[in-house]
């Protein structure tokens, strides 16, 4: 394969893709110039200097983290790639889109709406990269503070889409099981206060976890849910299953279509596709134990030999140069 020169432009908090994605080109031999947006007062202009002195073979992207006509701009002096990483189309994205050279979703049943905007568009889902998610050691007082029932990471905000994760969260806590949930604090509103005050409030685990209190929360948790936003949109999967997954979690999400391309349900994680049997299936994995670890072994082997971004890059650098 060839080695390449890449700007990478992304936001770099603990959490973000971008340093996954830079790692993961590392491990390929490429070259990566890193570029927070967040870093500088003017990103659009240190973009355009970064790209006259440092002349990239192509510029990789994933959101609107510059203006798209400075994107438009740059198209001029080296190949823009783009790696959208939602399951949802906003106002400001076709711009983007558009602009770029080569286009990957990480959702397969958009794709034809993609190709509309921009011939070359491809699917290409995410993926793990273990090296930040490694567990040093597993304390006491690990397990203590990381161990459940029934785990669940994300944001239970007041956007529409996050309103039904709480209800389906309450669920769980009313049928008895024990649940903790981690990710932003729930704002505190006037509307908010009972559940701030109730039960799922008192289930929140304090913090936003990522890498390795992450791998702890999926490795001591005996079911790590997931709700995923389109699960009627084919293959759109988030990056929270393979990392999951790949810290050796036994994974129950919500069915999302095309899904057993990838991990296969009642093998590699498990599927649900009402609330009713989402508790039925933790009441019946709650009490087998063997099955849920050689569930979860098997998925985690699934990730590690066909999933992680080492590969996935590898993937993008082979359709870029077979469009280009």
């Not at 189309?89 to 397969?108: N, Q, R, S």
């Amino acid at each position: 394969m060839k080695q390449y020169k890449i700007l990478l432009v992304t936001f770099f908090s603990t959490w973000d893709n971008g340093w996954y994605y830079k790692a993961a080109l590392e491990k390929n031999g490429h070259t990566v110039i890193p570029f927070d947006p967040y870093s500088v007062r003017d990103p659009d202009s240190r973009a355009r200097q970064l790209v006259r002195e440092t002349k990239p073979d192509f510029l990789l992207y994933a959101k609107n983290e510059l203006s798209a006509e400075t994107f438009r701009d740059l198209r001029q002096f080296t190949k823009l790639i783009m790696w959208y990483p939602d399951p949802v189309i906003p106002e400001w994205l076709p711009p983007f889109v558009e602009a770029a050279d080569v286009f990957f979703t990480m959702t397969e049943g958009l794709v034809e709406e993609f190709k509309k905007i921009n011939a070359n568009s491809f699917w290409l889902t995410q993926g793990f990269e273990p090296s930040f998610f490694e567990i040093r050691e597993i304390t006491e007082r690990d397990r203590r503070r990381f161990s459940a029932d029934v785990a669940f990471v994300g944001n239970l905000g007041s956007k529409p889409h996050y309103l039904s994760r709480r209800a389906i969260l309450q669920s769980v806590i009313d049928s008895g099981f024990k649940l903790k949930w981690w990710g932003p604090r729930m704002p505190r509103k006037f509307s908010t206060l009972p559940l701030l005050f109730g039960k799922l409030g008192r289930a929140y685990g304090g913090e936003f976890v990522s890498r390795e209190t992450y791998a702890k929360v999926a490795r001591l948790s005996k079911i790590f849910l997931a709700l995923e936003a389109m699960p009627h949109l084919r293959k759109s999967m988030s990056s929270r299953m393979y990392t999951a997954v790949g810290c050796g979690a036994f994974y129950m999400c919500r069915h999302v279509d095309g899904i057993e391309d990838i991990l296969e349900p009642g093998r590699e994680i498990v599927s649900f596709q009402t609330q009713e049997e989402m508790i039925d299936m933790i009441r019946y994995y709650l009490k087998n134990d063997e099955e849920r670890t050689r569930i979860a072994e098997a998925g985690r082997q699934r990730i590690f030999s066909e999933h992680t971004y080492e590969m996935r890059m590898r993937s993008l650098i082979k359709i870029i140069e077979d469009v280009m």
